[in-house]
Each structure stands twice: as C-alpha cells, then as structure tokens.
C-alpha cells in the first residue's frame, strides 16, 4: 500500500496535480508508521529513512517559502478564495541514497521465517473463469502478470464451439507460466455457452452463465486426485498476490486439510445468514472445502432460473450467493479472521479510490473525493 501511494505521489506530480500528490504523499506516511517495525530488517526497496528525507524535500518543493497567491474556485452558485503557495514544477525532490539503519534481518527473526516456509510449503491453484471471446486482453494479462506465482494456474471457459476452443488453448498455453486451459463445457454440454455480449462491458445483453461455471470449476476440480493445498477463484478484473496470500494462511496457521472459505466478508446481498465471500475479486478454498464443494455441486439440480434459496446450477452472475449456499449446505461458512489488527482487509473488494464509501462515517464523512479529480492546486 506504501508503495502505491508513494507511485501515486510522483504520479500527480508529473501530470501537474501538486495537491494531489501531496494528498497521497501524506496518506503513504500513514501506512509508513503502521508498518515500520516490519519494514526495519526487511530487503522492501524504498527503506523508511529514504521515504522520509524525501519528504522533507518535498515540503519544501511543494510548499516553497513565499508569498502565496490566490485562486477565485465555484461550488454550486457560490464561489469563493483558495490559496496556496507557488509550486516549483520542475524541482528534483526525490533522491535515492545509500540505505541506513537495520537492513539484515536479526536472527531467529519470525518474519523471515514465515516467508521462507509460505514458499516452500504452501501451494495455490489459481482458477479463472473467463469468456472467451471477450475477456481475450484481460487474461492474458493475468498470465504475463501474477499467473506465473501460481503453482497451477487454469482458465475455466465454456467454449461455443471447438475451435474457439482450440484458440483460447492455443494462446493461453503458449506463454511461460504454463497456463491450462479447461473447456466445462465438454463435461457438463447443457450449460450455457460464452457470448461476450453477456459481460457487464457489453451491456449485459444476454444471459450469463458465470453462475454456472463458479460451481462447475470446482466440481471439476474435486474430481483430481491430487490437488495443491488452496484453490483461488480468481475475477479476470482482479489482482492477485499469491505470495501474500501464503504467507496469509502460514500467519493464521490454517490447514488445507481443513474446510476453509477465505475472502472479503459481505453481509449486504440477499443473504444475511449464511455470511458470503464478495466475488468480486478473490475467493479461496482450501483442499478439503474443495472436494466436500464439488461433490454437493455434482449432486445439485438444474434450473433455467435462480432462487437463491438452495444450491443450484442455473444461469445468472450473482456466483457469490451462490457459491455461500452450495457451501453452507456442507457446513462450511466464511472465515471470519480477515483484517489485520488495524481493521485492515486483507481481501479487498473495491477500488483503492472508492475506500471512502467502504469505510466507517467518522473516518471520512458521507465521501470523500477521489484526490486525481481535485482540478486546483491550491488549498481550500
């Protein structure tokens, strides 16, 4: 998150925004003094004495010692006065200097040690329901990006005919990550077939049938003898960190052995009880969940509609809901455990500039603007 805010920073900088990148500049030291016990010690590249000498540079670039001007802003019908000091665009205020203070990692450091076991130990199936055609740039995408940290990485489709197919198998596995690439639909012929016109970027013209195929990747799955320790659906519009998410599993001490339903926690769907993942971004289920999930979903009926009051194979887009009956059904139910100790979401579910209107009201009111909008910059 530091990382980002400081890309962030430089980012307004370069395009002229002053105010903005002062916004997030102070937003990054935020994150800085939450983390920098755990930052000390560790081989993070922007080292803390770095981000913070710079920010003194920055101060000064950004709010030089002069006489400030003033800028006359509307609101509605009314205007009124922002002022703010001169900004120097072309000042140079970052420097990368030698590193300082402790950088080797002290003995018997547990941090280190929980890296080094996630690494080696844990194991993650990346699974990817896409539609294909239609989501052709945003999975190759994923494979040249974060595919290749996945010890298995499988795209799930539900091709309209065999040579689309062929096609989708042919770029996909091309690549380095050693990408696989599943067709549902020669297992289960009766489910509906990919049309990009069903995606919410086309206008959502047809029937989709992402419901069907969350389930049936799993109940695919399931049907492997053996399978790594933790199984990731992933959405084509998300990111996602395989080596943070080991190391998430090692620090909660959570066996695959054991029936586990990680993600963000929802409670505002259809469904208050049982509790279900968010979908859009990343759902993980451990070995075991996996194999009690597939064997409830192959016994499921089919439906030309959805209830979402049973576990069912039907069309639609709402697999969160889904998915949360058909485990519930075998007794499993989301882990509660996912926030750090700062309230924190380790699975999140919206973008980082819609973190206002996820967050308490006393944090940031009703909302809070996103700072790359702000068109003045100068001080309100």
């Not at 003094?33 to 803390?48: H, Q, V």
């Not at 970052?94 to 450091?109: A, E, I, L, V």
Request: hydrophobic share 40%; net charge negative; aromatic share 12%.
């Amino acid at each position: 998150m530091l990382h980002y805010m400081m890309g962030c920073a430089l980012q307004m900088w370069v395009q002229g925004h002053f105010r903005q990148s002062a916004l997030y500049y102070e937003h990054g030291l935020g994150f800085l003094a939450l983390t920098k016990g755990t930052l000390d010690g560790s081989d993070w590249p922007l080292w803390t004495g770095q981000v913070l000498q710079n920010w003194k540079t920055f101060l000064a670039a950004a709010f030089p010692a002069s006489a400030i001007i003033a800028q006359k802003r509307g609101s509605g019908e009314s205007t009124f006065l922002s002022v703010g000091p001169p900004v120097q665009a072309n000042s140079n205020w970052w420097t990368t200097g030698p590193r300082q203070g402790s950088y080797c990692p002290p003995p018997g450091d547990h941090l280190e040690g929980l890296k080094d076991q996630a690494s080696g130990e844990v194991s993650v199936l990346c699974a990817i329901p896409v539609v294909w055609p239609g989501e052709e740039t945003a999975a190759e995408a994923i494979v040249e990006t974060y595919g290749s940290q996945c010890d298995r990485l499988i795209f799930f489709l539900a091709s309209p005919d065999a040579t689309t197919g062929a096609q989708a198998r042919r770029v996909l596995s091309g690549h380095s990550s050693g990408a696989e690439v599943v067709d549902l639909a020669l297992y289960w012929p009766d489910m509906l077939r990919d049309r990009a016109d069903v995606l919410a970027a086309h206008g959502r013209q047809g029937i989709s049938g992402a419901n069907q195929k969350d389930l049936l990747l799993f109940a695919y799955l399931a049907r492997e003898e053996t399978l790594p320790d933790w199984v990731c659906r992933v959405e084509t519009d998300s990111y996602f960190s395989p080596a943070n998410f080991r190391r998430f599993v090692q620090g909660r001490q959570l066996h695959p052995e054991e029936p586990f339903y990680l993600g963000s926690l929802a409670y505002w769907h259809l469904h208050f009880e049982p509790r279900v993942v968010f979908n859009e971004q990343v759902q993980c289920l451990s070995r075991v969940a996996v194999k009690r999930l597939g064997s409830t979903v192959s016994k499921a009926p089919w439906a030309a509609e959805a209830s979402y009051a049973r576990c069912e194979v039907v069309p639609g887009h709402r697999g969160d809901i889904m998915l949360g009956l058909c485990l519930a059904e075998v007794g499993i139910g989301p882990f509660p455990d996912v926030a750090d100790r700062w309230g924190r979401e380790y699975f999140l579910n919206y973008r980082m500039e819609d973190m206002a209107l996820h967050a308490p009201y006393h944090a940031y009111g009703d909302t809070m603007p996103d700072p790359r909008r702000i068109d003045s910059n100068l001080a309100a």
